[in-house]
């Protein structure tokens, strides 16, 4: 059957045409003004899903950089916190060593020594870097200062040695920090040390404990009565000697010495000096001797000093001059100590070290003590006790300059990781917009299309709804 | 002779002038919808037999009917219908597309991106107190948008009960108006004749109830219609049926006919669409987004909850979650924890805690193990009250609230600890973090006898679960007793002074997770989120009042981020909850869902439209008016009468010369 057509039918369809031709315009318009191909998922469900998904790995990626980015000051701040600090480090080496030179008296290490302490505070300050309200070396207590300086200097870690990471990727973790334990307190250890100026000596039994233990070897009395009318000052309460020490008076030469230490004169007899003589032998122990009452005679006696001993906080015990494992225990830090008693010699304060735990901050305050020198060592005892030191500070500088390279590497990785994910995010921003954007000549292209379609439409339209018969009757 | 034609000149006059009516009530309704063109059936007389020949008698207007296909008019009904559902359908899926505002700023996917991204932002520096913040604003964002969501949700779906209510209305209004026009149909058509317009307008008027809801429709022979929906009558004769909108026990929106307990299932027309989205579809989209929800709640304080605040171990918890005396005893006790109402499971697992002394910082680790099938509330309160310092009761109204004695503090972080045995007399301490994939308890047994420190070639092996030696350490002459030795997967072991045997063994459990069994994420303990659907989801007020409960760190040291990277890992998880996809990819399937249902219902809509365009262009071409056409009629029945009307003058004036004859 032929179509037979109705006016009804054309209006509708030149309408439904309109309608259809309008929408593609409008459609056409928003692609074209937006960009985008997808502005909702109906527009294509695949592509809305898979557009949403590139968007997740989009936000992936920037997460990653971004973390990567906010990371990069620590590990930057970090490196350059090291980096002066190992300059410091490297100055105490070098002054240490000089101060080792014969060419230096008291007085010239002494003025080294308050060198190393001003450098030790800048040191200290280096290890409390922060950056962001974020000290950079208490391992994952970022909160407190990890490095506190104590009453007498003293220098304690109250960090940890956490490594905080962070992710960026699928299981690539990267670490920003380098706990501070690790560069400013790194342990190697080795075994135990005693400074011994007291002459206590690491013990034939095992101690067991952790970083340094002070010591304190007290003198009780002195018993024995030097010969040639001399008598012991104070009653012997304020002396050093421990264990048996000669005094020897030369009568020829007007000297008087203790043990090897360096003879020196007698006063004349009445000289109110002679109340209180301060005799010291080779050991740097003392004795206060009353020599107004000398009557000329040469004499040899034996002085012994009683003592005690004790470990940290501890109870003072007798010192066993016969114990080859003297136990010694610390009840504050747990430090079970077995030394060997029987060459003390005088009253001091020993510091035991677990070696290889001892932190830099230790090592620096004991090469300071050494210089300044308060015990009246002779240059060859100091310069035997460096040695051990030296040793400790040197290792120390190691672990600082590996800490920086561990830094410079975490700082690399971030950038090798934020290089890389930069390239991931170039190819998944090209993805997303295969996926959601317009190609805009296409879009251009296809609103003209759409808008001459539209015209066309209309000016047909316009055409055939004016023809009518009615125009031709009459 | 003059009878006749007289006669005849005056049917014709009238059928001219009823045909000219007939193309004018056309031209009238030329855009009437629903309109058929009438025709006047036009016949010639009868003949008469005049002096023996048979002559014709004229025309004859016989009656008026209407031009009409009554199959395409019933298909035409049928893809009205076809098409008020998918129209229906695709502008309420419509709705919930715009509603979802995928893909897009401010939409759900880039809410959850934003919040992992400020964990992320946030594990380069945990203990910094702005960039928690950070992170909780953008937590409460991401929550905040699931609350919107659920209640746009919500809202559409009470709009489109509205709706239904509405449509249901006009579907009465229709089938009593159908009912109306079958009884003055059959009275106009009990002579026979064709009530054209009558039956026009009820076609229209069924026209428009097919818009709502799919009928068929039987034609009975008094001309009356009965119409149906799913064998559900709605119109019978000059009766209609109301039908009601009713809300079933499952919280659907059913309707029947009045007085019919079966339900009216309607499967096309906009009736059916909007039940389908008040029943169906929104329900689904809810539920997905509950899942989500829920799935991130439980996920996040899974990791969330075995972490430790930055401000330290807490005093004292209160969990969110209730339980529940199910059997009504009055007791909780005797409850199996899974199954004492909370709302996430619990599984076989242990949950590690560790009490802090304050004062000294020492810590003391403790692990309760709990079977899913046996553990009871009693079991789990009591093991908890067995460390010395907590003190843990069920409030009365089934919250658990735990406190620590004062001077300790308590954290659920996975810690090594040492489970049985000992080294003689040296003590063993484990430190560091367990970095290993799988939690395994490490055992050390000396090869032979010795003092730790001091006796030449002491070895100590380790042994991890499965029996393989993991680590030989030499703890003989040369060893600090107490420094630190390393055993790999961030461990480190020190043993302290003393003798030890080979008969002696020690044993160390690691911990991947403190928390195993998800008891603490069940209970609502330490959590970040809260809530079970998309409606009550939001950040703990306790944490977003105190930041610094934001438990980032797993070790207790507040620059730590290891429940960070828990919860960050949930990102990229395949999450179980939600068919086996990380977080944003679910937010795709679903955009892509809802995407799929619009597009295919505009789809399905295009290619019925076309079907419906081509069945009314059919009916159109037989039953619609061509104005030029009745133009052309109009024309011929003016001249048709014009011709009669001569006709008559000339039998007018052929009479007149008669009669002047007479």
Do not use: C
């Amino acid at each position: 059957m032929p179509l037979r057509p109705t006016h009804a039918a054309i209006y509708g369809l030149v309408q439904s045409n309109l309608e259809r031709r309008l929408a593609e315009v409008i459609r056409a318009q928003e692609q074209a003004a937006t960009g985008k191909r997808i502005l909702r998922p109906s527009d294509d469900p695949v592509g809305a899903s898979a557009a949403i998904d590139l968007r997740g790995e989009q936000s992936r990626i920037a997460r990653w950089r971004e973390t990567a980015s906010v990371s990069r000051p620590y590990l930057d701040a970090a490196n350059s916190a090291l980096d002066s600090a190992q300059e410091l480090v490297g100055q105490i080496r070098a002054l240490t060593v000089q101060g080792l030179s014969a060419t230096m008296n008291d007085e010239d290490r002494r003025g080294l020594a308050a060198q190393l302490e001003s450098i030790k505070a800048s040191l200290v300050d280096a290890a409390n870097s922060s950056f962001d309200g974020k000290y950079l070396f208490g391992g994952t207590v970022s909160g407190t200062k990890p490095f506190h300086a104590g009453s007498g200097g003293r220098v304690a870690y109250r960090g940890n040695d956490g490594v905080q990471s962070v992710l960026l990727g699928l299981g690539v973790e990267v670490p920003i920090n380098v706990p501070g334990s690790e560069v400013f307190a790194a342990r190697d250890p080795r075994g135990l040390s005693i400074s011994g100026l007291s002459g206590v000596r690491v013990g034939s039994a095992p101690s067991g404990g952790d970083g340094w233990v002070s010591i304190d070897v007290r003198h009780d009395a002195t018993s024995g009565a030097p010969g040639s009318g001399i008598t012991l000052a104070y009653g012997g309460s304020r002396d050093s000697i421990l264990g048996p020490r000669a005094v020897v008076v030369d009568a020829e030469a007007g000297t008087i010495r203790l043990g090897n230490g360096p003879s020196i004169k007698l006063p004349a007899a009445g000289d109110p000096a002679g109340a209180d003589l301060l005799l010291r032998d080779e050991h740097g122990a003392v004795v206060h001797l009353d020599v107004r009452g000398y009557d000329g005679t040469s004499s040899t006696t034996t002085l012994t000093g009683t003592g005690s001993i004790r470990a940290g906080s501890g109870d003072y015990v007798p010192i066993d001059t016969g114990a080859t494992a003297f136990e010694l225990v610390d009840p504050s830090s747990g430090a079970v100590l077995r030394v060997d008693t029987t060459n003390v010699v005088r009253s001091t304060q020993d510091v035991a070290r677990f070696a290889g735990t001892i932190d830099l901050f230790t090592a620096i305050d004991g090469i300071i003590a050494d210089l300044r020198n308060d015990q009246g060592l002779s240059l060859d005892e100091i310069q035997e006790r460096m040695d051990a030191r030296i040793a400790e500070l040197v290792r120390n500088h190691e672990a600082v300059l590996s800490g920086m390279g561990r830094a410079g590497a975490a700082a690399q990785r971030l950038e090798a990781t934020d290089e890389r994910l930069s390239n991931q995010e170039l190819t998944v921003a090209g993805r997303l917009s295969a996926v959601e954007d317009v190609d805009i000549t296409d879009a251009i292209l296809a609103l003209t299309r759409a808008q001459q379609s539209l015209e066309l439409a209309q000016s047909a339209g316009a055409r055939l709804l004016q023809t009518s018969f009615l125009d031709y009757l009459r | 002779m003059s009878g006749v034609a007289f006669n005849l000149g005056i049917e014709a006059l009238l059928a001219a002038q009823t045909a000219l009516d007939t193309v004018g009530h056309n031209l009238a309704n030329a855009n009437t919808p629903g309109y058929s063109r009438q025709n006047l059936l036009l016949s010639a007389g009868p003949t008469q037999r005049l002096g023996g020949r048979l002559v014709g008698t004229g025309v004859r207007a016989d009656r008026v009917v209407s031009v009409r296909d009554l199959l395409v008019d019933r298909r035409i009904l049928t893809q009205r219908a076809l098409m008020g559902r998918l129209e229906t359908r695709s502008s309420a899926v419509g709705d919930v597309e715009a509603l979802l505002g995928e893909p897009g700023n401010g939409s759900l996917s880039s809410r959850i991106s934003g919040f992992f991204e400020a964990v992320s932002r946030l594990s380069a520096n945990p203990g910094d107190p702005v960039l928690r913040q950070d992170t909780l604003r953008a937590g409460t964002d991401m929550t905040e948008r699931f609350r919107s969501l659920e209640t746009g949700f919500q809202k559409l779906r009470k709009d489109a009960a509205a709706r239904v209510a509405d449509q249901v209305s006009k579907v009465n209004a229709l089938t009593n108006d159908v009912a109306t026009l079958n009884r003055a149909i059959a009275a106009a058509e009990i002579d026979g004749s064709q009530a054209s317009d009558l039956r026009d307008s009820r076609d229209e008027t069924i026209r428009k109830l097919s818009d709502l809801v799919d009928v068929s429709i039987v034609e009975r022979p008094d001309g009356t219609v009965s119409l149906s929906t799913r064998g559900q009558m709605l119109v019978s004769g000059t009766r209609a049926f109301q039908i009601e909108s009713a809300t079933s026990g499952s919280g659907e929106t059913i309707l029947r006919v009045r007085g019919s307990d079966q339900p009216l299932r309607p499967a096309s027309g906009s009736l059916a669409a909007l039940l389908e989205q008040v029943n169906q579809f929104l329900p689904a989209q809810i539920q997905k987004l509950d899942a989500l929800a829920k799935t991130l709640v439980h996920e996040a304080n899974k990791a969330h909850s075995t972490g430790v605040p930055s401000n330290g171990p807490f005093r004292s918890l209160e969990s969110l979650h209730a339980l529940s005396d199910s059997d009504g005893d009055g007791s909780y006790n005797d409850e199996l924890l899974s199954r004492a109402g909370l709302p996430f499971p619990i599984q076989d697992g242990a949950l590690t805690i560790s009490v802090t002394d304050r004062e000294t910082g020492g810590v003391q680790t403790y692990r309760i193990e709990i079977d899913a099938e046996e553990t009871t509330v009693g079991d789990f309160v009591g093991a908890l009250n067995a460390i010395p310092e907590m003190t843990v009761v069920v409030e009365g109204d089934g919250f658990l609230s735990l406190r620590a004695a004062a001077g300790y503090g308590f954290d659920f972080a996975p810690r090594s600890f040492p489970t049985s045995g000992s080294l003689g007399g040296s003590s063993v301490q484990i430190s560091g973090r367990f970095a290993g994939d799988s939690a395994t308890s490490l055992s050390f047994r000396p090869r032979s006898a010795g003092d730790i420190g001091a006796t030449g070639g002491l070895l100590v092996d380790v042994f991890d679960s499965n029996g393989d030696r993991v680590a030989t350490l030499d703890v003989g002459e040369g060893y600090v007793p107490g420094s630190e030795l390393d055993l790999g997967n961030g461990l480190k072991v020190s043993f302290g002074l003393g003798a030890v045997t080979n008969a002696d063994t020690f044993a160390v459990q690691t911990a991947v997770d403190g928390d195993t069994a998800d008891v603490l994420a069940a209970l609502g303990l330490n959590s970040l989120f809260q809530g079970t659907g998309a409606a009550d989801f939001s950040v703990v007020a306790r944490v977003l009042d105190d930041p610094r409960l934001f438990a980032a760190s797993a070790t207790g040291a507040n620059g730590d981020g290891g429940a960070l990277q828990e919860l960050l890992a949930i990102s990229e998880a395949e999450l179980a909850g939600l068919a086996g996809t990380p977080p944003v990819q679910f937010v795709g399937g679903l955009a892509a869902d809802i995407g799929f249902a619009r597009s295919s219902a505009e789809l399905a809509l295009g290619t019925e439209k076309a079907l419906h365009d081509g069945l009314v262009a059919q009916r159109d071409a037989r039953s619609g008016v061509n104005v030029d056409e009745e133009l052309v009629d109009m024309l011929r029945f003016q001249q048709a009468y014009q011709a009669a009307a001569q006709f008559l003058q000339v039998v007018n004036s052929l009479n007149d010369e008669l009669l002047r004859l007479l």
